[in-house]
């Protein structure tokens, strides 16, 4: 069942996917379409979550659900993974890389292999006030408060 994001609570579920390029606007519409049909009918052992979904930046798609009403199973997890590697294949994107690294140079987002920017911080081109993109985090709750932070209060600190 399709809720609005504010309504969940702090304590749900959260994947977040970030894209290996910007997105237009024409494939952001897309996206949020089939998003709100996936989230709409997402079901765990028969019965619906309670679920929502942001896109940000042109760049990240973010899902949640709200656990405490009914858990997502392992069937319904594969059954998100399998959505989003549709979207990979029809928009040629790389959103399941965990190894690269999202965050801000000035008012731009700027997304590198986790290689490259080690080497920009050892180059002293990123610093640990640089704010990234935590997509470790999981919990709505814990997304609202740690996701866009300084690199020293996240697990990049350890690049500095």
Not at 36 to 44: I, K, N, P, T, Y
Not at 61 to 78: K, L
Not at 128 to 154: C, H, Y
């Amino acid at each position: 069942m399709l809720v609005d994001f504010n309504t969940l609570p702090e304590d749900s579920r959260i994947w977040v996917y970030q894209s290996d390029r910007k997105f237009t606007d024409d494939e952001i519409q897309e996206i949020e379409s089939a998003l709100a049909e996936f989230v709409s009918q997402w079901s765990a052992h028969g019965s619906g979550l309670e679920a929502s979904f942001l896109t940000k930046y042109n760049r990240f798609i973010i899902i949640a659900v709200n656990q405490g009403i009914q858990a997502t199973s392992g069937c319904s997890i594969d059954a998100s993974v399998s959505f989003i590697q549709s979207l990979e294949k029809k928009y040629n994107v790389d959103l399941l890389d965990r190894m690269n690294v999202t965050f801000r140079l000035g008012e731009f987002i700027a997304y590198k292999p986790l290689i490259d920017f080690k080497k920009m911080a050892k180059e002293k081109a990123v610093s640990e006030n640089t704010i990234v993109f935590n997509n470790l985090v999981n919990t709505v709750g814990e997304w609202q408060d740690f996701w866009e932070v300084p690199a020293k209060e996240s697990w990049h600190s350890r690049f500095f």
